[in-house]
């Protein structure tokens, strides 16, 4: 059981002030919270420790919630990372794949460890995935999958590391956060997050795009 995690996520919630995208005369504040599943039944979590028992934390993680939102806004049921059920794996994968079928000359943009991972989450809504080695000395290591600049940008070494810096965005992830979520509701306007206040008095400003 992660102990220290959970405590942190019980406790960590707050709102983005927003601004309407094309009028940002347009104010409005969005509150999130996380959401957290319950832990992974039995079974299946014998089945993980048979098949990935020797990834840091990832067994620890799963018999402590089965999934994980990140941010979510309960009006527009928007949030900006999905941790999945490892039922829900290969799904994913099956939707991430055709992204790195590439042609002969273009293997070379595919990180070595490609063939030892798997997609154990996504940015839900944006194409985007969050990705996990399987082998060799970085497994664990957990990568987000950029689509639009075909990018595999390190996050963190293990799945726990991994939340503690979601939990922690500095400008630049907080720009990548409010490049996808849209907050859109009945009257379908889209917002663009100017700033996240935590509830511990934390805010943080997002990066000027570029």
């Known amino acids: 059981m992660l102990k220290e995690l959970s405590e942190t996520l019980k406790n960590h919630f ?10 940002k005369k347009e104010q409005k504040t969005v509150e999130f919270k996380h959401l957290i599943g319950e832990p992974l039944a039995k079974d299946e979590l014998e089945n993980l420790n048979a098949d990935f028992g020797h990834i840091p934390h990832l ?33 994913l994968k099956d ?19 490609i063939a030892h991972y798997e997609v154990i989450g996504e940015i839900p809504r944006s194409g985007n995935y969050l990705l996990m080695i399987t082998a060799g000395e970085h497994a664990g290591h957990i990568y987000e999958f950029e689509h639009d600049g075909f990018d595999f940008i390190f996050i963190a070494e293990n799945i726990e590391s ?31 997050i100017e700033e996240l206040f935590l509830n511990d008095g934390t805010s943080v400003k997002t990066q000027k795009p570029y």
């Open 14 to 23: 707050g709102k983005f002030h927003c601004s309407m995208i094309h009028n």
């Open 59 to 91: 067994v620890d993680f799963y018999a402590t919630w089965d999934s994980l939102l990140l941010y979510f806004d309960p009006r527009s049921e928007d949030s900006a990372f999905y941790f999945a059920k490892p039922s829900e794996w290969a799904q």
């Open 95 to 113: 939707y991430f794949e055709p992204w790195i079928d590439l042609d002969e000359d273009e293997q070379d943009l595919l990180p070595d460890w």
């Open 162 to 192: 991994c939340i503690k810096a979601l939990l922690n965005p500095d400008p630049s992830r907080l720009l990548e956060m409010a490049s996808h979520l849209r907050f859109i509701e009945e009257d379908s306007f889209q917002w663009w």
